[in-house]
């Protein structure tokens, strides 16, 4: 029997994979992709998609296409769960699978526990296709009246969804609308004064207004409550709460991270199932807690499909080293960002410029593999 390689998500961290799915086939092995969408949505532009500098076509790679111009399987679904004892992966359209190895990357989701009712007109910042939706309900509702867009959270894809908010009703010229942001009790407090002031100065020559008055109690679509008691009126709502991984671990009963992620050791292997990988998002690192951001996806790349290929190979597997402290942009609309590295920050035109550029050239080079 073919041994059987099957990749959960087809995120970030995969894309290395993803890319030589022609070499695991050759050497006889089967891969079988399982992901809820046929494409997947680089993050790092779904704030520029927001704002319409891209567009939706522009920040994504053809996933199934990749896969299946290979000599892969791909399956459109979601994976629920897998019994890691008997190598069973169950997935939402009742789908099973059996593996020899298995790789995670399934990304994060949004907490929505905050939102009561109907989620269907509020707006998580993740997935991206949301994003994407989202847009497109904007530039409707700014051309029908004066409108209040809420922005739930007070971390950077909070300061992205506001400024690109502002800028798409800038672009499409409809009435102005008010953006508030509500950020619990400090707005960016992860970062250092002086990047906190730059956003704050963007901002507020903007109109875009920042409430550091207390953390959010309920959404729902056109009012957010305080644990204060105070009472906004809205007319559209973003969620930008901090990520949490996926839920697939809890529910197959995996060794996972304070955070719910897979806990992996440094070969991105499960500390408990030595056929187990994962990365992105949606791990638990545990010689160092990475931050969640898509840099350290991209970094993890060759590590996992090195190692992918060892487990199924029987050779020996590489050591993940996550690097250097990253380089951070933050795309702030109108055509600014803020760019840190180390203790270095700037702010400006420049800033969004390098962005633009950094991230076009990561989504030309993986979307050049769908014309291979
Ligand atoms: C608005 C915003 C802007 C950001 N900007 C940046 C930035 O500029 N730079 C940066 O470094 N980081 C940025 N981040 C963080 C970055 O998005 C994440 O760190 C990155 O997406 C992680 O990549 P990932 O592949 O692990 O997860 P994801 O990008 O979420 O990919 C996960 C994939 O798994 C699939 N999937 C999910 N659930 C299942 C399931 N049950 N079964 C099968 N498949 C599943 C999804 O469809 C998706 O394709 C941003 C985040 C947000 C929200």
Redesign the pocket.
């Known amino acids: 029997m073919r041994k059987h390689l099957v990749l959960?998500?087809?995120?970030?961290?995969?894309m290395v994979t993803l890319e030589n799915i022609n070499l695991f086939v050759e050497k006889g092995y089967k891969v079988t992709v399982?992901?809820?969408?046929f494409h997947?949505?680089?993050?790092?532009?779904?704030?520029g998609m927001l704002g319409n500098t891209y567009t939706p076509e522009g920040i994504r790679f053809a996933?199934k296409q990749v896969v299946t111009q290979q000599g892969g399987v791909f399956v459109k679904?979601?994976?629920?769960r897998i019994d890691p004892d008997k190598k069973l992966v169950f997935?939402?359209g009742e789908n099973q699978f059996s593996y020899d190895v298995l790789s995670f990357?399934?990304?994060?989701?949004?907490p929505m526990e905050s939102v009561p009712g109907n989620r269907e007109a509020i707006y998580p910042?993740?997935?991206?296709e949301k994003?994407m939706e989202a847009s497109e309900k904007l530039k409707i509702l700014f051309k029908e009246k004066p409108c209040t867009i809420s922005v739930v959270g007070g971390g950077?894809?909070s300061a992205?969804?506001a400024g690109n908010v502002w800028q798409l009703a800038r672009q499409v010229k409809g009435y102005e609308p008010k953006i508030k942001i509500f950020a619990g009790k400090k707005f960016m407090a992860r970062f250092s004064q002086s990047i906190r002031q730059r956003v704050f100065d963007l901002f507020r020559k903007r109109g875009i207004e920042i409430i550091e008055a207390g953390y959010v109690k309920t959404v729902t679509k056109d009012k957010i409550s305080l644990e204060t008691g105070e009472i906004f009126d809205t007319d559209f709502v973003f969620m930008?709460l901090g990520?949490k991984p996926?839920s697939?671990f809890e529910a197959s009963d995996l060794p996972m991270g304070p955070d719910k992620g897979l806990r992996v050791n440094q070969y991105l292997q499960s500390v408990a199932y030595p056929q187990i990988f994962g990365?992105?998002?949606?791990i638990y690192f545990e010689n160092q807690p990475l931050?969640?951001?898509?840099?350290?996806?991209?970094r993890e790349n060759p590590v996992l499909f090195h190692n992918l290929m060892a487990s199924l190979d029987g050779t020996d597997l590489e050591v993940f080293e996550p690097g250097p402290d990253?380089l951070?942009?933050?795309?702030l609309g109108g055509g600014k960002g803020i760019l840190r590295k180390n203790k270095f920050i700037f702010g400006g035109r420049l800033a969004f410029m390098l962005?633009d550029y950094i991230?076009r050239k990561f989504i030309r080079r993986f979307q050049a593999i769908e014309n291979n």
Request: charged share 15%; aromatic share 10%; with cysteine.
């Open positions: 959960v998500g087809g995120g970030h961290a995969h399982i992901a809820p969408s997947h949505y680089y993050s790092g532009m779904g704030p996933t679904d979601r994976v629920v997935t939402q990357n399934a990304g994060s989701y949004v910042v993740k997935p991206i994003l950077p894809s992205e969804v930008a990520v996926s697939l990365g992105g998002d949606c931050d969640k951001v898509g840099v350290y996806a991209v990253y951070l942009i933050f795309n962005k991230d």
